[in-house]
């Protein structure tokens, strides 16, 4: 019976930590599906700047 109830208590200390980390690990997925789909929700990554470095190098490696 004391082995019984010492597995009991270490599986009842368990329970918070392992609570926590699911609901920590569920949030995200779960808050998919809240965000409402529309223009204004997307993200876009901002414009990189054309320099020209490609061309100049392709020139430069012709030559050589």
């Known amino acids: 019976m004391n082995r019984i109830a010492?597995?009991?208590l270490k599986t009842l200390r368990l329970l918070p930590r392992a609570a926590l980390i699911l609901t920590v690990l569920a949030a995200p997925v779960l808050a998919v599906p809240?965000?409402?789909t529309g223009a204004g929700s997307t993200i876009d990554a901002p414009a990189l700047k054309k320099s020209g470095v490609?061309?100049?190098l392709?020139?430069?490696l012709q030559r050589g």
């Open 58 to 60: 392709l020139v430069s």
């Open 6 to 8: 010492a597995n009991a």
């Open 34 to 36: 809240m965000m409402r």
């Open 54 to 56: 490609g061309f100049v």
